[in-house]
């Protein structure tokens, strides 16, 4: 542990004082190609060391999804999370603040789906469908509807067969989510262009007269998993029942259908609740110097109620406590202050990440970053930096260190890395977060199988120490922090 090497300690309770190091500063006034000090590289190296040997992120993970379960906004679970949190935070001596948000309350209810009629059936046989309703989706009848389905692959197909062949019918977009691009490690960009369909498939269909959308399963799992998720319903388009069905399923009812009719009884009973009060837990290690002027670490609280939002995003809050955790337990003194963030309402509202925004407008130019983790607890492969490529320089001294545990890239993203920071970042507030591998992240994303035991120890430790050291580095790329880090 860091406690073997006293001389270390001392050195990096300089470094940590002084968020970056004098070593690390002077190094950004040498010439191009200037070796960083062998010092600042050991400094670094030892709080690595520190975070990966840590378990304290993967304890605290594991009671946010295994004691509390699901955190949907909102709910009884939403409200422990927020006490248990602010508690772990005010037991390291940080100070801690509830933020008020108000959230949306949208209770699942029934649901359920079956096939009453389609080609060659035997009497009496209708074949259950696997669903899950979106939020917020309306609610059918009571007793359901059943209607006929079309099948379209786009928005473009729905258009083609316009009014008359949709009107009455419920509409399945059938759009599969691109498992090969998946696995290249582009399972974000697969994600993008599925979960299209599940957020505006109703309303897409209700202009044609639909009563109810479904949309194929916008993630990788071939597991007979539903996936769910926030929709929108436009303004002025009547609002219809919207549900996601699992990829084997969407399949099934394509294939019948191109021989016949398909007729499906589907019963939602999803409620829209009065909004809420919930909070942001907001927890403070006060700077020894400036202690108006923060560095955010941060995940989202809340989850979706399938599984226990585990990946998404109970990993995320831990590794921002971690933070917190090892600064007290190596007795850290940063010079600025460290805000551990814990937002409410990511899933489906964002009203946590514009909340504190909003509040935060006087005093914006002292953000110095904001760090968010949402992205899963897969293996850390480097960090995405929405930050100018000048100042992306300054976070080369942990990127070195970072390669030996293959965290070593370093990417310019051109917009938001986080959801819950985005209005900060669009205010010019530098944005950073670990890229993660996510070849499997979407195979588990919004189901029940989001679960503790989809996380990895040793690659939550990982993830713990990236922002462990990114913190460290704030990034110069607010004019308004120009001045001197040290």
């Known amino acids: 542990m860091i406690r073997k090497k006293p001389g270390l300690i001392l050195l990096s309770l300089a470094l940590i004082a002084a968020s970056i190091p004098l070593s690390f500063v002077i190094a950004q006034q040498q010439p191009q190609g200037y070796k960083y000090s062998s010092q600042l590289t050991e400094e670094l190296k030892l709080l690595q060391k520190a975070a990966l040997e840590s378990d304290y992120a993967l304890k605290q993970a594991a009671y946010l999804c295994n004691n509390i379960g699901p955190r949907l906004s909102g709910s009884a679970q939403a409200a422990r999370s927020v006490e248990y949190v602010a508690g772990e935070m005010r037991k390291l ?34 074949q259950k469908i696997m669903l899950t309703a979106l939020g917020p989706s309306v609610a059918t009848p009571s007793e359901g509807i059943t209607a006929p389905i079309v099948v379209v692959n786009n928005f473009e197909e729905l258009a083609g067969l316009g009014e008359s062949r949709i009107k009455g019918r419920i509409v399945l977009f059938n759009y599969k989510f691109d498992r090969k691009l998946q696995a290249q490690g582009f399972g974000g960009a697969a994600y993008g262009q599925a979960v299209a369909y599940r957020s505006g498939g109703a309303s897409a269909a209700a202009r044609f007269g639909a009563v109810a959308a479904l949309n194929r399963a916008a993630g990788g799992a071939v597991y007979r998993l539903p996936h769910t998720g926030g929709m929108r319903y436009e303004d002025g388009v009547a609002m219809i029942p919207a549900a996601s069905v699992t990829a084997e399923d969407a399949d ?102 514009t909340t504190y925004f909003q509040n935060q407008q006087p005093n914006l130019k002292n953000h110095i970053a904001a760090l968010e983790s949402d992205h899963g607890a897969g293996h850390p492969l480097g960090i995405d930096a929405h930050v100018s490529p000048a100042a992306a320089q300054m976070l080369q001294p942990a ?88």
């Not at 209770?107 to 389609?118: A, D, F, K, N």
């Not at 831990?318 to 551990?340: D, G, S």
């Not at 944005?431 to 690659?459: C, M, S, V």
């Not at 939550?460 to 790329?477: D, G, H, R, T, Y």
């Open 252 to 353: 099934l009812m394509a294939h019948l259908a191109l021989q016949g009719e398909v007729r499906m009884k589907l019963v939602l009973t999803p409620q829209m609740l009065p909004d809420v009060e919930s909070y942001n837990v907001i927890a403070d290690l006060k700077g020894s110097e400036f202690p108006d002027q923060v560095i955010i670490v941060s995940g989202h609280l809340d989850s979706w109620d399938l599984g226990t939002g585990a990946i998404d995003d109970a990993a995320g809050v831990a590794v921002a406590m971690q933070v917190a955790n090892l600064c007290k337990e190596l007795k850290l003194k940063p010079k600025r202050t460290i805000r551990v963030i814990a937002w409410m309402n990511e899933e489906n509202g964002l009203r946590g990440g």
């Open 399 to 486: 990127v070195n260190i970072l390669l030996a545990s293959g965290a070593g890239l370093l990417r310019i993203a051109t917009g938001s890395v986080g959801a819950d920071i985005s209005p900060l970042e669009a205010a010019g507030v530098p944005g950073l977060a670990p890229i993660q591998d996510d070849r499997y992240y979407f195979d588990y994303h919004h189901t029940p199988a989001d679960t503790f035991d989809k996380i990895n120890p040793r690659e939550l430790a990982e993830n713990a120490a990236v922002i462990w050291l990114l913190w460290l580095m704030p990034s110069p790329a607010c004019p308004n922090h120009s001045q001197d880090n040290i």
């Open 93 to 126: 001596g940080l100070e801690v603040k509830l933020e008020k948000v108000m959230v949306p309350h949208w209770v699942r209810g029934i649901e359920t789906g079956e096939l009453v009629q389609y080609p060659g059936m035997a009497p009496k046989t209708p």
